[in-house]
């Protein structure tokens, strides 16, 4: 057993000393037997055997104690880390050769109680056959791992488990032996004092406080500035809903377009008058009026930039005249071509709007049909589950019917079990109300006592306070004596009395307001010439307006001609006219019948009355559409100019 407890002890502790991302096994090997020399032939053939298995197979092993650790040896010492290596190597590799008899030998030679642990654990048949077998498949053909493997540690199962036995048997002899041997020491009782017993600590008065004043009313109102930012959100909020809902109403006459004249005119009648905080403006405004006897302000930025616009465009206009003079051409026939086309494409444009709204409009019926249809089969479905709502009442009624006598005859036995009890728990109150009273009256005695002694106490603490106060209320002289005048004399460069400081600081603050006097001049100065510039600058702008207009007006007088064609009549549109009023007149035929049927429906819904008030606005805004176009084209024209 020695011979070969020895061998396994060379064999952990160069097993200890292999680094596998440093060391190579051969070269390893090499250096282990280079070091073995000395042994036997025999034991050096043993160890190297061992020490190279252990190498080769070092990933199978690895995954058994690397778990051992984790579930069984969370108790054992990773120094024993190579034991347990080479224990796994020689169960799993060499039992068949070394024999059961040699390999308890080896196993005894060991420590007992570690061996008997590793054991267990390794030889248990559901690791074997369960996580055993799949992680060493990862490495190995899971065919070759059954057949090499797992089936004759199977096999030698039972006789390893009689070595388990063997050595619990031993383990538990030793620790007997170590028991019996030892003294048994005898425990003395410590000679302590009996403690005294606690004494009832005297409760602490409860001081008397003064009477607080009331919380006053004006906490819990919100201040007048605010409640009146409250009114004036809730006005503004009022107001903005109530025009939301006026254009939900009429959101497509927005769309329609409308002459410039009209559209302000109806601005400024129906302008909201919301409260707007004043504002400072560092710039004059001007204010121009338009033939409408519109008014419109411009800052200083949009005067300016309007002059340069009409600047440059007496330049440009210049320029052409300088172009025509040299012999350029004219673009008129271009220009009337580009008119044309343009018309050509907005009649083109209108058609197909017309087209797209005729297509909403006949989904629009389609969908009301659908819409009808549906409402017959869901009063049809309605009337169904009415039906089968009223079978099932009928049966929970008869099941609740029944439940209630049970649970009438359930409460009858309960009430009878309770009358008992109730004897008892009031014998038992009684018993507990008369110790509570014996122990409120000691209570109120010691309380009574502890008062006493509290004013007694309070007394002498207000005699201490006012002798105290009495001290303190000698009089004393404070402060010190200061002359303004008088230069403290640090040694200082430029030290000086607070009175000749005061008086520089006011001949200081005398220059600085005569400064920024100069400065407040020169910067009226400045706008006021800024402002004389501005208003030339507005003159010559009225001028510009006034003869671009004349020059606007000559030419429209001249081009004048017969007003607009009417809207074409495309054939699309006529066959969605024909079957929009096919949809409709089936509608009201429905409408009819439905009415007819149900008279409680004789009445149209609102959402109804909504969608034919939105489709009639829609028919009209498009009217109004086309005259507004055969109208706004010159118009544009002249704007455009």
């Known amino acids: 057993m020695a011979y070969y407890g020895k061998c396994i002890e060379v064999v952990i502790e160069q097993l200890s000393k292999f680094r596998p991302e440093k060391d190579s096994p051969e070269q390893f090997l090499e250096a282990v037997s280079l070091i073995l020399q000395t042994l036997s032939p025999l034991k050096r053939a043993f ?20 778990a051992f650790y984790v579930r069984d040896g969370q108790f054992c010492l990773w120094a ?218 411009l800052n200083a930025a949009a005067i300016l930039r309007e002059g340069a616009l009409y600047q440059r465009q007496v330049e440009k206009e210049l320029q052409r005249v300088d172009k025509l003079v040299d012999g350029a051409g004219d673009f ?81 036995q309960v009430m009878e079990a309770q009358k008992n009890v109730k004897v008892a728990q009031m014998k038992l109150l009684k018993g507990r109300q008369q110790a509570a009273q014996e122990m409120m009256e000691e209570s109120r005695e010691l309380l009574q006592r502890s008062a006493q002694e509290a004013k007694e106490q309070q007394r002498q603490r207000c005699a201490l306070i006012s002798q105290l106060r009495a001290m303190e209320t000698r009089p004393t002289r404070k402060g010190k004596l200061v002359d303004l005048t008088q230069i403290p004399g640090y040694g200082l460069e430029g030290e000086m009395s607070i009175v000749e400081l005061r008086e520089r600081l006011a001949l200081l603050k005398e220059t600085q307001q005569r400064v920024q006097e100069e400065k407040r001049d020169q910067i009226i100065q400045g706008k006021r010439t800024r402002s004389q510039e501005l208003q030339n600058t507005v003159e010559r702008i009225s001028l510009c307006r006034a003869a671009m207009g004349r020059a606007a007006a000559l030419r429209w007088e001249e081009k004048k001609g017969p007003a607009a064609a009417q809207g074409s009549q495309d054939e699309r549109v006529l066959e969605l006219r024909r079957q929009i009023a096919e949809k409709a007149a089936e509608r009201q035929r429905q409408e009819a019948a439905l009415r007819v049927s ?44």
């Open 47 to 66: 160890i190297l055997e061992v020490l190279s298995g252990c190498l080769e197979y070092q990933k199978l092993l690895k995954i058994v104690v690397d």
């Open 332 to 412: 008129s026939e271009f220009l009337e071509w580009q008119k044309k086309m343009q018309a050509k494409d907005r009649e083109e444009q209108l058609a197909t709007e017309e087209y797209r709204r005729l297509q909403g409009k006949l989904s629009h019926e389609e969908a009301i049909l659908a819409r009808q249809n549906l409402v017959q089969e869901n009063k049809q479905k309605a009337e169904q589950k009415k039906e089968e709502t009223a079978e099932l009442m009928q049966q929970y009624a008869e099941r609740r019917l029944q439940e209630e006598k049970s649970l009438k005859e359930l409460v009858e």
């Open 80 to 297: 024993d880390y190579s034991l347990f290596q080479v224990i796994c190597y020689l169960a799993t590799f060499q039992l068949e050769e070394l024999g059961f008899q040699l390999f308890c030998e080896i196993v005894k030679s060991q420590p007992l109680d570690k061996m008997r642990k590793f054991l267990g654990f390794f030889f248990n048949p559901l690791h074997l056959c369960s996580w055993i077998k799949d992680e060493w498949s990862l490495v190995y053909e899971t065919t070759y791992v059954k057949e090499t493997w797992i089936d004759p540690l199977m096999r030698w199962q039972p006789e390893v488990q009689e070595l388990i036995n063997d050595l619990e048997a031993v383990s538990a002899n030793q620790a007997h032996l170590v028991k019996t041997k030892a003294k048994v020491t005898e425990p003395r009782e410590f000679k302590l004092t009996a403690p005294r017993p606690r004494a009832i600590p005297v409760p602490k008065p409860v001081p008397i406080m003064a009477k607080p004043r009331p919380i006053p009313q004006s906490t819990y109102q919100l201040p007048k500035e605010q409640q009146l930012l409250e009114m004036t959100k809730r006005y503004n909020r009022w107001k903005a809903e109530e025009l939301l809902l006026k254009a939900n109403l009429e959101e497509l006459r927005c769309a329609m377009p409308r002459s410039r004249g009209e559209s302000l005119k109806q601005g400024s009648k129906k302008k909201l008058k919301f409260r707007v905080p004043p504002r400072i403006h560092r710039t004059p405004k001007l204010t121009f009026y338009r033939p409408n006897n519109v008014p419109v302000k």
């Open 598 to 641: 149900a008279p409680r429906a004789a009445r149209p819904k609102p959402r109804a009355q909504l969608e034919a008030q939105h489709w009639l606005e829609l028919e009209r805004s498009r009217e109004r559409r086309m005259r507004a176009v055969q109208r706004e084209g010159p118009a544009r024209r002249l704007e455009a100019a």
